[in-house]
Structure formats: C-alpha cells, structure tokens
C-alpha cells in the first residue's frame, strides 16, 4: 500500500462512528473581564459559548473558584436559537455581594464543561473589580442602628474613640447633632471629652450622626453609638480622715512627725491648708509630713489632701491636728534650718554654698562647733570652714559618678555646744547639681553611604552616629539641611539619625548626593538658649541596578492566517511577554521582515492589513521587545513566521484543529509535490562556494587553534531551549529542494557565527518577495559566496570574542526561522542536528 492508501485508512478511520470522542470547546476562554466594585447583585459579569459536538442535551457547567466565597451564582445555561450545538452560560454576581477593590481586586473563576458523551474541559476566567465612583461607607455604620463602642470611663481626655473611614484624605465629615461633649475631627475620628467622662457615673450613651461628603459631591452618612461604662479602679478613700498627733519640740528639723495612708491608685499627697505652710512639708508618694524648721511649743492644724496622679478628679481629704510639747533641753537655733540650692556643674572649688547664722541663748558663736556628716560619695564634695559650708571638688555633672548619685549631693552640717549636757542641732543639705552645655556635637569621622537606585521608599541608607561629651552622652537631634524633596530625596530620624529614602531614585539623572546634616545637642543645659550644634556632610552614591531582560514564551512562532478584504484590519496573535518587576510596561516594535508594510504592533498584538496580493506569501518578522527607560533599554526579540493565504487559494493544513461534525463517507486526499531540477549553472556556482567556504574555515581553525582556545569550544552544542522547540514545532513542507541547498545553509550558519546573522535574513527576505522565486533566493547567496563577505562581517564583530553560547543560540535561531519560511529542506534539518 502507497503513501496515499495508508493517508487515506488513517483519515477514514478517524471518521469511523466510535473510534474519535471530541472534547467539549470553551472557545473564549481563558480571558479578563472588569467589573466595577458598584455593581449590585445580579449584574452579568460575563457569558461564555460552550460548544458542543451534537444537539442532544445541554452541557454541564459548574462555576469554582479558587478564592473562598466568591460573590458569583451558579452558572446560567441558555442554548442559541441559530445553532443547536452551541450553548451560553451566563456568570452573574450573588445576592448580597459587596464587592471592594482595597481588599480583593480580582477574582480567578474555573468554569469545567462537558457535553453528553464528552470528555470535559476547564478553562479560567479573571475579573478584575475596579473602584467605584460611589462613596460607600461601612455597612455596620451606615445601618439604622448604626456601630456601637464601648469604653470605659477611665479614658484619658481627647482619646481616639473611633474612626469612620480608614483612609479619610479628601473626604469631609459633619457631625449632625451638637448636643454630645464628644468631638470629631476633620479626619473622622471621634475624640473623648476634652474633660474625660465622669469614672463613677452609671452606663452613658452618646449617638453620633455624621455625614460623609467627598470631592466630587458624593456622601454618605451612619451613625455610631458611644457606651461609656463606669471606671473598675477603686476610688481614693483615707481610712482614718481625723488623726491628732503630739510631739515634742525636741524634733529637728527634716524629722518624721506622722505619716497619712489612702487606699487607691497611683495615689499622691498634697497639704491644702495652710497654702504657704511653714513649718511642715509632705512627701508627695509616701505621705510622710516632715518638720522644716525646730518645732516650738504650738498647734497646727493640716488639711491634706489625696488623690489620682492619672485622673485628680478622683481625691479625698483629710485633717491632722499637731501639738507640739515643750521640753527643758536647749539646742543651738541655726538660720537656714535646712539648706537645699541648686548650683551649675562649673562652680569653682572653693566658693561659699551657704553661711550658717546659728545662737544659743547660754552660748556664743565661738562656743559652737560645726560637723559634716553623710554617704562619703557626697562629703568629698564639701568641707566646712567655721559655719561656712563650701565646695571642696570639681562637680562635674558629665560623669559617671555624679550619674550614680542622681545629680544631687546631701549631707548633714551637726552643730554642738559645749558643756553638758551636750547640745547639738542638725541642719539637712540637698545640693542638685545642674549641667552646663560645655561642647560642641562632633561629626563621625566618615559618613558615605550606598544605596541601590531601586531601594523602596522608607529604605535604610545608613545612620549618622554623631558625638558629644555633655551628659546625657550623645544626646543630639538630627536635621536635614534643605528639607526632603526631589533634589533631594532623603529623610533624617531627628533622634536616631537615621537616613531613609523618601523619594525616587535614578542613578542615570543623579549617582551622587552631598547631603548637609545639623547636630544640635539637647538636655545638656536648663537654658536651651546655649544649646550649640555643628554641620556634617554625608554623601550618598546610587548604586545602578540592570533591568532585567524582557521574557517571551515562545521565542518562535509559525502562524498561518487567510488575508481578509482589503483595508479591513485583522489580529494575528498576541505576545506573551513579561519583565522584571511584572508592573513595569513593556514597548514592542517590529524591527524586521516588514518592509511592504503589511503588518503593525498595537501593544503586544500583532495585526495584519490586508491587501489585494493573489498569491501566498510568508512573512519573517523579527519584533523587538523592551522596558525601562531609553538610556537603560534591554530588549529580546521575537520571531514570528505568519504564513498568509489569499482568500481565493486553498488554505493549507494547520495545526488548528477546527470543530467538525463527524460523516460517514469517505474522504480523498490528494497530495501534489513539486520538485525543483536546479540548472547546471547553479550547481557549478554552488561547488565554487563550497569549495570558498572550506578554505575560510580552514583559516578560522588555524587562528582560533593559535589563540590556545580550547577545541571543545568550536563547536555550537545546542541549548535546552533549542530542544524544547524542536519538539514542540510542528514541520510542514510543501516543496524538497535539492541536495546542493545544504550547502547554502551552511555558508548561511558561518555568516549567523561570524555575526552577519540578521543582515543575511533579511536580504534573504528582501530577494525572496521581490522575485517570488526560491531559486532568485539560492542565486543571491551563490552572489554572496563570491564576495568578500567574510571580511565584512569581521569588521562588523570586531576583534572581540563572541560568546560560544550566544553564538550557538544565534545559528538555531536563524535556521528555525528559515525552516517555517520554507527555505530549509529536510537535508539541511538533518544537518543541523
């Protein structure tokens, strides 16, 4: 049985009842469909055609999703009155949807259809949700009820209680009722009292009615209702409100009289009354009333008070009544009673702190003697000179020493008299010492950063870690001179100085910035009038990041399309291209194999425009593919071999299966090859090139066995890529050439090597549609094989070695592309590999 018979068999036994079941046909899917986050339930988000085989019964089709609880019903089956094979399921979105563009922008849809006695199929479909127009607000605050908060009434004033929208620029919000000491700001948010709620009043309820109106006249209103609920903490109470208490005038000055105790938090003590008292201090934590002076034979009556340090609202009062007893015991009187000053870090050994004014009514002032006692830490710091209390050291607040002391030096001056019994008074001194703003900041000794062109916005650049020897050590503030903008896109942490990118970066406008940095130095002097700063500069070089190359699957393509009516316009395909990050745009320009013009890019798809060519062409177009910027452009080009049929010639085979009915009579196909019978001349050029193109590789070997290269690398082995589409291309041959062609092609592949690759396509493009000839096409490169091509496509390489792996994908590319044009027989695939 001939070729024909056993074509023949193979087709009638595709077409036998029984032995083919087709697949049912999703036909315009996968695709994208925008549906806008204002739509209401039951809105048609789309309507696919699922075609089937017979006219039995309807499909069926089930709706999947891969995110969990997508707002869609259930798919809808309506058939088409014009075609009893063809069905519509219509998508539409679920009762109660609320769709939200912030938190969900897409939905991925997986719709599987199988017709009666076929196999099923699934395909996707992706709707996109875009924002609405419409200002909605959220459902708990615009319903009747409106949303509920609850405090407690322990809330610091002013507190954010709750916020309307979570993004409230260009919004305006209006409070409709005036009567709740609530407030609500201009960005939405609903504030305490300026007061604070009353902590011990039963459950309050405040109702908030607010409008929302933004920019375009859109608003919407709800309400929100406040319960502020009675304070947990336990209220401040004196267990004892009355005390009396008796002492005797023997108590010194800075002693222990009594001490008062109330229940509650964070509880603090104050005397009321008297309002100036002389003669009785309080500690405000531990409610020890001390005594300032010697008591005298007397009474004091004291209204203490205590309360909340965190809310004073919540207090309680007390009183205690004070007698003081006589006593027959003498003791020197010294004026000051008690001694507390503060004095500045520089004071000089030496000087006077205070003078004690001390008499006895049976002594003198040569009679009395004065002491120094107290912690050592703090005695070496004073010395006593008859009842002048001075400086003996230094005291300097920037160490570590008066650090460990908390700044404040005490002691105690004891002033005897002599005789017996023995008399003394003890006078307490307290002496804080205050810090003086002695240096300047200083500069790190280096500060250059580097940072990538692509960092983020709030990326780090690095910090500047300035100095000072004022205590607090390196207690400084950071400023950036000039501000942050686009000359200058960085942000200083005014305490941590830390610098961060707060605006776009292109190393190609701008590799280097000379940044000013202020240090002022803080807390290191009570007059902030003497605060001193200092100027650093920082310099900060871009780092340029490559974009990455453009990526296209697949590199190559065969397509094959039947021209429509002249001046109409007519998709071909579209590209699927795709770069790094995957927001960035990508541009697409045909570069090559377009000289009449018949085809143009409109973004990635390719059209063609037809004309009133009679005859079947194919077309090679090489199209170029880039991102990024014009000064950084990276491209990969694509090539696309379109094989166009006039409508009045028979449309060769494709690869496209087309849905059929299946018959039973029997099908004849009839199969005409043509074969080329190559003149004499032609096989004589075609030696004379042959035997040109082994001398030129003879002096190649030799020149590339001198530059001690390695002989693995003569040759071109082919890539992963190259195999996959090998394998995935589908060959269709409609003519065999000769036997010379394989010459032909491989002076073609020594030009690809040589760098001449695409100037060889092209003109090869170029000959083969102005002469219509194959055989014009063979007679040009003969042409070339007598010319000096060799050493023009030298000078267009230059002297540099070219990678073998690029090289090596260049000769597959040019050959792949030249097979779907129909220039390649099978002798020269069997070459190739």
Known sequence: MGTHGHFTFLLLSLYAPGTFVRATVLPDLPRVVTLSEDAVPGTRVAEVTVSCSNSSSSPNVTLDSIEPNHPFNSIAISSDPMDATTFWAEVTLAAGAELDARQLSQYTLILRAACPGEDEVEERLYVQVTPGHVLRCDSRFASPEGDVVRVLADVAPRTPLYAVLPQPLGLTFTLRNRNTPLTLTRRGLVLAPDKGFDPYKDTQTFRLEIEVTDRHGHNCSGAVKVEVQPSLRPRVTFP?????????????????????CAGGENVHYAILAPVAPERFTID?????????????????????RAY????????????????????DRQAPRCVPAIFVSQVPETVSPGETLVRLRCTNSASTDRRLHYALEGPPSSLSHFCMEGPQLKVNTTLD?????????????????????????????RVPVLVTVTPVNEFRPACPSSASFTVLETAAFGSLVGRVAGTDRDYPRDSLEYSLEGGSGPAQPFSIDRRTGKIRVVGSLDSQQQKNYRLVVRLTDTHNDLDLRKRQSCLCDVSVRLQAVPDPLPVCIPEVQELRITAGFPGSRQPVTRLACHSSPDSAALTYTIVGGNEDGCFRLEGNTLVYLPSDRAEPQPFVLLVEVWGGSA???????????VHVTPRSTPVPPSTTTQPTTLKREPLVVVRTEAVWHPPAWFVAVLTISGALLLGTLGCTARNLLRSNRAPGKLFLAKSSWDVVEHSGAKRNTDTHMPAAQGSVMALLRTHVVMGCGVLVQQETNVVYRQNKDKGKVFEYLAKLSEQNITGMCSEGTGSKPVQEATLAKTTFLFFRVNLFAGLVSEQDQELEA
């Open 397 to 425: 607040y920037d160490s570590e020493a008066m650090a460990a002391l908390g700044f404040q030096l005490t002691a105690t001056i004891v002033v005897t008299v002599g005789g017996q019994p023995l008399q003394s008074t």
């Open 240 to 260: 004892e409100p009355h005390r009396a208490v008796t002492v005797t005038e023997s108590i010194g000055p800075w002693e222990v009289v009594t001490q008062v």
């Open 308 to 327: 909340n340090r965190l809310h004073p609202e919540d207090h309680a009062t007390a009183t205690v009544n004070i007698t003081v007893q006589g006593t």
């Open 631 to 641: 000064a950084r452009r990276r491209s990969s080009v694509v090539a696309l071999v």
């Open 284 to 304: 405000e934590r531990t409610g020890e009333i001390r005594s300032t002076r010697r008591l005298e034979g007397t009474r004091a009556h004291l209204l203490i």
